[in-house]
Each structure stands twice: as structure tokens, then as C-alpha cells.
């Protein structure tokens, strides 16, 4: 909707995109995903490449068949979306378990992984169990420049198109609550954000889940959260990041 004239615009941004997804998706399989997953491997692997990150959506379940087949050629640090956990199995997630919504598997980090830089151990490449890792959860906190959805806090002037200071996916409480359950989950957290309004929202989020837990349970040196992209940051946002 533009935010001037009040009238809709037929543009979908951010969340509002996940209306289309059934449509878009439809009569795609896993099967497809996983004959995609496997060229996209060799090819990496062809070319000298040991090791791949992926964000790959609702794939989890195709990694894992891949990996117990001994089909994976090199390692895979996947980090599957914090929504993936309520997909069930046979449409691509497998963090939660399917018989029970409270109980979430924990990270799949092989014997010698370490989350600790100061205790990495050396992986067996030999061995299939170090192929696949998955130790991280995304979370999308805005949009990105390009749709003009990455949320800033200051607002862009009005004889540019929409006036529009771009768009928080998540309220404050409900990113809190996210970063809570990933912490107590065991799983480190990869933050999509591009404008530094959402940068803030994040920042205050992971100060007010540090200063509220257990002191020895999140501390950041081990924890380690990740921030992606930081487009757009203020010299008040990095002194942040630093006391963090």
C-alpha cells in the first residue's frame, strides 16, 4: 500500500511475499531440490572447493538423506531459516520433531567441532558425520535495499517514492522471544540485517537476552551471534557491537 495516496500498489514486500510461496512452489518436490542440491555439490566440489554455507529453505531433511547416503563430497555448514522448525519432515525441515512441537533436535555438530575458536579440533574429512554441519538459525529482522524494505530510522524524504522508512519484520517482544528459544536451544544465530534500524532492534534484543540470562550461559565470546550484512550502521550501533 503506498503510505501517501493510501492506495494498494499490487507490490508484495517482505512477509506479505509468503502469500505467493504455495503458488510459486506449486508441484515442486523434494526430489527436484535434492537433484538440484547434488549438481550444485559436485560442481563446488569439481572445482577444488572442501567446504560450502548454504541458507538453503526446508532443505534440512534432503541434507541429512544426503549425508546418511554418503553422497555429500564435501562439508556443509547449513544454516536453515528459524522457521524451518515448524515445517514438518516430508516437506523439507526435521529440526522439530514431527510427534511433538515442544521437542526440537539440537544442533548437528560432529565429535572435534568446537563453537569456541580456541578449541577447534581438526575434522576427519573421511568421515561423513563431518560433512554436515548445522550449529546456526537465521533470522530475517528487515528487508533489503534493493525493495526498499530495509527498515532505517530516518525517513527517506518525501520526493523520493514512498516515503518509506522500510519495514521491521518482527516486533521487538517477539525477536526477544526468538533469540531466547535459539539460545535454549543450543543453536548460535545468524541476524539478517541490512538498515540500522533493524541493526538496533537486533543489538537491544541480544543486550536485554545477555543482561536477563544466566551470566555463564550466553556469553558472547562462546555464543558468538552473527550479524549478516550491516549495510547501514551509525558510530553509536558499532560502539555497540564493541561493548557486546
Known sequence: MDEISGLTTGVLRERAVE??????????????KRKFIIEGL????????????TNDETSISVYKQL??????????????NYDDITVLEENGGLLCNSSSENVIIPPLRPLGFQQSTSSLT????????????IERLKIYSDGSLG???????????????????????????????????ASAWNYRLEIHAIGDAAAEQVLDA????????????RRMEVWRPVLTHCQILGEDLLQKMKSL
Request: glycine share 4%.
Open 206 to 217: 541480544l543486550l536485554e537476552h545477555v543482561q536477563t540470562s544466566v551470566p555463564c550461559d
Open 67 to 80: 549425508q546418511q547416503e554418503e553422497l555429500l563430497p564435501l562439508r556443509v555448514f547449513l544454516t536453515p
Open 42 to 53: 559436485n560442481l563446488c566440489a569439481a572445482a577444488g572447493l572442501t567446504s560450502v554455507q
Open 147 to 181: 525493495a526498499e524494505t530495509a527498515a532505517m530510522r530516518v525517513m527517506k524524504p518525501l520526493e523520493e517514492q514512498g516515503n518509506q522508512k522500510g519495514v521491521l519484520i518482527h516486533s521487538r517482544s517477539k525477536l526477544l522471544t526468538m533469540i531466547r528459544n
Open 122 to 133: 581438526p575434522l576427519d574429512m573421511s568421515s561423513q558425520d563431518s560433512r554436515l554441519i
Open 19 to 32: 502469500l505467493m510461496l504455495p503458488v510459486m512452489n506449486k508441484g515442486r518436490t523434494l526430489e527436484e
